[in-house]
């Protein structure tokens, strides 16, 4: 080839290839291999198809990603997005402006407000499972949920409370008697509600100014803000107050951060639909080195860290090492063979946090411009509770999670057994702790001493009793703590070697046991016969002084558990427990067609084995089908017939 068919080969590349994709951002496939045999088809620089989250979808150009359009994340309701910005764009560099977020459900509720005329009982946080309770203060009665739970999507289960006027005037007046049942209602008129005016970024429809007892108020908000602290809808009740408090209007697109300068570049930012968004650019001779397009987070703060303009430098074709992703988190951008000048950032997962959030760079050198970060817990402390055993998520604590703490037996829980990890990496309470359980001190006796673990008493361990000489140990000799904090019976007594009087056996029933010519510590056994029951104590200790534990105990007949047995009467039938009968139970009884019971439907066994009534029994129904009655003046009489 001549060196004119050089020149014109270049010409021709300069105007196709390089003029093109710098006026619409296209670029040469990868079929251009001879820079002399045509240039090939030139198409779209696109980046990769933005998937959707779980619990979010996309919308806009997401697949493929199209240079200098835009990807937007959205989350489902309950869900907000974590870790990334919602707007994404895709770059000339084939690659997004950031990382794809993931939408995690919200671990809050909303602030609750307590109703007019009314207040929140106790402390009503806002993480899941908190309970908020409602009282009205009188004469005002409570409308809606009195008890109101944080569910896990974020939402308060029940009804809005408000607090209502109680009704009781008997007089005939409409809503709006301004008489409290004081008479004659007199003039009847509309009960009325304060003005409700919109709140900032909103406007109101409706029954508004003034509210109309019965009617609505309905507070809109303006593209870009949401309803928060509150319903949308109010009505305004007979008591002449709003059914709540008026909400207000929150931004929920985006929110506007303070515009920056960048050192030998521009930056160019514009509010759109709710979202800040800036675009960077290099002066000739300085290389970007981040994102091209920074978008601003609800919070205020930007969602990717700011670019920065440094001066170029000659083409390298060293290439970084690969990088591996943590455990726990993912990287995202160039990564794997990354060339000078592509970046790579650590993404982390639920529950964890990276060490550094810095973005490494891929430098000339071939090197990372920094270490690649860890990803560490982001929950609450390990809970470890001597002498105690943990359930749920306790190590580390998961945010919204519960952790249970229970002690081991012998072991007292002292403080919350229950904690939740919050949000902000601590748990909802104090740490419990597990304290040794003991049972009461016990006193040596009189005349005698003990030994052991006694004062006080250890779970598990024993206290022993003992009597000086002369003197008999009524009683237990060794006394177990048992897990309960309580002894395993009475302590024992010393009493002085003497005797008791002798026993004589009840009437129906029978001794055993050292009963007669009884030394101090010895015990007689009472029994009765079949058909009775004892009554008192059934063993006496011989104690010091000649006296026995307890008086003497006595037989008494047992009490009757039947009644005799019962039989249907003639044209009837019985139904409950009847043949025979069980005290405290019932057997009822029911006549056939064209017969009526007579005496007591319902019999009850009683205690003393007895029927509550006699028998009942059917007899005939008499109907009555006609009858004439006659006046005889004289012979006072007249006729009738009846048919049976």
Same mark, same amino acid.
């Not at 251009?32 to 088809?41: D, M, S, V």
């Not at 749920?392 to 229950?418: D, E, F, K």
């Not at 510590?521 to 059934?538: I, N």
């Given at each position: 080839?001549?060196?004119?068919?050089?020149?014109?080969?270049?010409?021709?590349?300069?105007?196709?290839?390089?003029?093109?994709?710098?006026?619409?951002?296209?670029?040469?496939?990868?079929?251009?291999?001879?820079?002399?045999?045509?240039?090939?088809?030139?198409?779209?620089?696109?980046?990769?198809?933005?998937?959707?989250?779980?619990?979010?979808?996309?919308?806009?150009?997401?697949?493929?990603?199209?240079?200098?359009?835009?990807?937007?994340?959205?989350?489902?309701?309950?869900?907000?997005?974590?870790?990334?910005?919602?707007?994404?764009?895709?770059?000339?560099?084939?690659?997004?402006?950031?990382?794809?977020?993931?939408?995690?459900?919200?671990?809050?509720?909303?602030?609750?407000?307590?109703?007019?005329?009314?207040?929140?009982?106790?402390?009503?946080? !806002?993480?899941?499972?908190?309970?908020?309770?409602?009282?009205?203060?009188?004469?005002? !009665?409570?409308?809606?949920?009195?008890?109101?739970?944080?569910?896990?999507?974020?939402?308060?289960?029940?009804?809005?409370?408000?607090?209502?006027?109680?009704?009781?005037?008997?007089?005939?007046?409409?809503?709006?008697?301004?008489?409290?049942?004081?008479?004659?209602?007199?003039?009847?008129?509309?009960?009325?509600?304060?003005?409700?005016?919109?709140?900032?970024?909103?406007?109101?429809?409706?029954?508004?100014?003034?509210?109309?007892?019965?009617?609505?108020?309905?507070?809109?908000?303006?593209?870009?803000?949401?309803?928060?602290?509150?319903?949308?809808?109010?009505?305004?009740?007979?008591?002449?107050?709003?059914?709540?408090?008026?909400?207000?209007?929150?931004?929920?697109?985006?929110?506007?951060?303070?515009?920056?300068?960048?050192?030998?570049?521009?930056?160019?930012?514009?509010?759109?639909?709710?979202?800040?968004?800036?675009?960077?650019?290099?002066?000739?001779?300085?290389?970007?080195?981040?994102?091209?397009?920074?978008?601003?987070?609800?919070?205020?703060?930007?969602?990717?860290?700011?670019?920065?303009?440094?001066?170029?430098?000659?083409?390298?074709?060293?290439?970084?090492?690969?990088?591996?992703?943590?455990?726990?988190?993912?990287?995202?951008?160039?990564?794997?063979?990354?060339?000078?000048?592509?970046?790579?950032?650590?993404?982390?997962?639920?529950?964890?946090?990276?060490?550094?959030? !810095?973005?490494?760079?891929?430098?000339?050198?071939?090197?990372?411009?920094?270490?690649?970060?860890?990803?560490?817990?982001?929950?609450?402390?390990?809970?470890?509770?001597?002498?105690?055993?943990?359930?749920?998520?306790?190590?580390?604590?998961?945010?919204?999670?519960?952790?249970?703490?229970?002690?081991?037996?012998?072991?007292?829980?002292?403080?919350?057994?229950?904690?939740?990890?919050?949000?902000?990496?601590?748990?909802?309470?104090?740490?419990?702790?597990?304290?040794?359980?003991?049972?009461?001190?016990?006193?040596?006796?009189?005349?005698?001493?003990?030994?052991?673990?006694?004062?006080?008493?250890?779970?598990?361990?024993?206290?022993?009793?003992?009597?000086?000489?002369?003197?008999?140990?009524?009683?237990?000799?060794?006394?177990?703590?048992?897990?309960?904090?309580?002894?395993?019976?009475?302590?024992?007594?010393?009493?002085?070697?003497?005797?008791?009087?002798?026993?004589?056996?009840?009437?129906?029933?029978?001794?055993?046991?050292?009963?007669?010519?009884?030394?101090?510590?010895?015990?007689?056994?009472?029994?009765?016969?079949?058909?009775?029951?004892?009554?008192?104590?059934?063993?006496?200790?011989?104690?010091?002084?000649?006296?026995?534990?307890?008086?003497?105990?006595?037989?008494?007949?047992?009490?009757?558990?039947?009644?005799?047995?019962?039989?249907?009467?003639?044209?009837?039938?019985?139904?409950?427990?009847?043949?025979?009968?069980?005290?405290?139970?019932?057997?009822?009884?029911?006549?056939?067609?064209?017969?009526?019971? !007579?005496?007591?439907?319902?019999?009850?066994?009683?205690?003393?084995?007895?029927?509550?009534?006699?028998?009942?029994?059917?007899?005939?129904?008499?109907?009555?089908?006609?009858?004439?009655?006659?006046?005889?003046?004289?012979?006072?009489?007249?006729?009738?017939?009846?048919?049976?």
């Amino acid at each position: 080839m001549d060196r004119f068919a050089l020149i014109c080969c270049w010409v021709v590349l300069l105007l196709l290839c390089g003029v093109w994709r710098a006026s619409s951002q296209r670029q040469l496939d990868s079929g251009c291999n001879n820079i002399c045999g045509g240039c090939g088809q030139c198409q779209d620089i696109t980046c990769p198809a933005v998937s959707p989250p779980d619990n979010g979808y996309v919308d806009g150009q997401c697949n493929p990603g199209i240079a200098g359009q835009t990807c937007v994340i959205f989350c489902d309701s309950g869900y907000a997005i974590e870790e990334g910005s919602s707007q994404l764009t895709c770059l000339t560099s084939g690659l997004w402006s950031s990382y794809t977020p993931f939408c995690r459900r919200t671990s809050e509720c909303s602030k609750l407000q307590k109703p007019w005329n009314g207040q929140i009982m106790g402390v009503c946080d !806002r993480y899941v499972g908190a309970e908020c309770q409602f009282e009205c203060r009188s004469p005002f !009665r409570l409308v809606g949920s009195q008890v109101r739970i944080c569910r896990s999507d974020g939402t308060w289960s029940g009804r809005t409370s408000a607090c209502e006027l109680g009704t009781g005037c008997n007089n005939n007046c409409g809503t709006g008697c301004n008489n409290n049942c004081g008479g004659n209602c007199g003039q009847c008129q509309d009960t009325t509600c304060p003005a409700l005016f919109p709140p900032d970024n909103a406007y109101v429809d409706g029954q508004c100014n003034p509210g109309i007892a019965g009617q609505t108020c309905i507070i809109f908000c303006e593209s870009g803000y949401a309803i928060e602290g509150g319903p949308s809808r109010l009505t305004c009740l007979a008591s002449g107050q709003w059914n709540s408090y008026t909400p207000y209007c929150r931004r929920t697109s985006g929110a506007i951060c303070e515009f920056f300068d960048i050192s030998n570049g521009q930056s160019d930012c514009v509010v759109d639909g709710g979202f800040t968004i800036c675009r960077v650019t290099c002066n000739s001779g300085y290389m970007l080195v981040g994102s091209s397009v920074v978008t601003c987070s609800s919070s205020g703060n930007w969602n990717e860290i700011l670019p920065s303009c440094r001066r170029s430098a000659p083409e390298v074709t060293n290439i970084c090492p690969t990088l591996a992703a943590p455990d726990g988190g993912r990287l995202v951008g160039s990564c794997t063979a990354a060339n000078s000048g592509d970046t790579c950032q650590l993404v982390c997962i639920s529950g964890y946090r990276p060490t550094d959030t !810095r973005v490494l760079i891929c430098q000339a050198n071939g090197q990372w411009s920094s270490s690649l970060p860890r990803c560490i817990s982001s929950g609450c402390p390990d809970i470890h509770v001597p002498h105690g055993t943990n359930s749920g998520a306790c190590t580390p604590g998961t945010p919204g999670q519960i952790c249970t703490i229970t002690c081991q037996t012998g072991y007292t829980l002292t403080g919350t057994g229950t904690l939740i990890c919050q949000t902000n990496g601590q748990w909802s309470g104090s740490t419990p702790t597990c304290a040794v359980r003991s049972c009461p001190a016990l006193q040596p006796p009189a005349s005698g001493g003990n030994s052991g673990s006694c004062n006080p008493g250890v779970v598990g361990q024993t206290c022993s009793f003992y009597c000086n000489t002369g003197y008999n140990l009524v009683g237990q000799a060794n006394l177990v703590c048992g897990s309960n904090g309580q002894w395993s019976t009475n302590p024992p007594q010393c009493a002085g070697q003497t005797g008791c009087p002798d026993l004589n056996p009840p009437a129906n029933g029978a001794l055993s046991g050292s009963c007669r010519q009884v030394a101090v510590g010895q015990s007689c056994t009472f029994s009765c016969q079949a058909g009775y029951t004892l009554v008192g104590q059934a063993t006496l200790y011989c104690q010091t002084g000649g006296r026995w534990s307890s008086n003497t105990p006595y037989c008494n007949r047992a009490a009757a558990t039947t009644c005799s047995s019962l039989v249907a009467p003639d044209h009837g039938y019985m139904l409950g427990t009847c043949s025979p009968g069980r005290v405290g139970e019932t057997c009822v009884f029911t006549c056939d067609s064209n017969y009526v019971i !007579r005496g007591q439907r319902t019999l009850t066994c009683e205690s003393g084995g007895y029927w509550s009534s006699n028998q009942p029994r059917c007899e005939s129904e008499i109907i009555v089908t006609n009858y004439t009655l006659m006046d005889h003046t004289n012979d006072n009489y007249g006729s009738f017939s009846v048919e049976s």
